[in-house]
């Protein structure tokens, strides 16, 4: 097998590896007043962290999460802040199996091309093992004075590169999926809220 031939299938295995596989999870407190939420400050994430094994990556998703958390109207502040941000980082191996054949197939005479009957020329097959990293990024706000989680972001399936830039994309997509899912989530809860206060209402004058 040429190495051209090598190469371009194993490009080709990484490039069907998808960015971010599983959708975003959030929750959050429902009795919980996010209308007094305008401040946040990082909380020391636990330790051994990103900080101190990959320090660019580290600094990369808490500017990202930072972005979300300003878009959303928060201030980062020194002092007491409202709620405290957080995130957990963590990562797995996965293995998939890709198998290759060459040469003529089992034929394919008065079919269209050598591929079910007829010619039988000679075939090979190779399967490789592509190993590859997925990441899971959990954000979570905590209350500064209960001690309590009040909202968490989950997704999984990160792909996970040796190009730092690329994993940085990947986590970055990962991120503005989480903030997006936040917004529709809350939109959602938002407008039930709104129809069960309307029925509340017209049941009340009833």
């Known amino acids: 097998m040429s190495r051209l031939v090598t190469t371009l299938m194993l490009v080709a295995a990484l490039a069907a590896l998808p960015a971010y596989a599983q959708k975003p999870q959030v929750q959050w407190n429902k009795m919980y007043d996010f209308s007094k939420v305008h401040t946040f400050k990082w909380q020391t994430p636990a330790s051994p962290s990103l900080a101190d094994s990959s320090p660019f990556m580290h600094q990369f998703i808490e500017q990202q999460i930072e972005m979300k958390l300003m878009a959303a109207g928060l201030t980062e502040t020194d002092g007491n802040p409202d709620v405290f941000v957080t995130y957990h980082g963590s990562t797995q191996t996965d293995v998939q199996l890709h198998t290759d054949s060459f040469g003529y197939g089992i034929g394919g005479y008065g079919l269209g091309g050598w591929g ?3 010619y039988g020329g000679p075939t090979s097959s190779t399967t490789r093992v592509v190993e590859y990293e997925k990441g899971t990024l959990v954000v979570d706000l905590v209350d500064p004075v209960k001690k309590e989680l009040v909202w968490r972001g989950t997704v999984g399936g990160i792909l996970i590169s040796d190009d730092q830039a690329k994993t940085q994309k990947n ?36």
């Open 116 to 118: 079910m009957y007829g």
């Open 171 to 206: 986590v970055g997509k990962a991120i503005d999926a989480m903030a997006k899912q936040n917004q529709k989530l809350r939109a959602e809860a938002a407008k039930d809220a709104e129809k069960a206060a309307k029925d509340a209402a017209k049941a009340k004058k009833a």
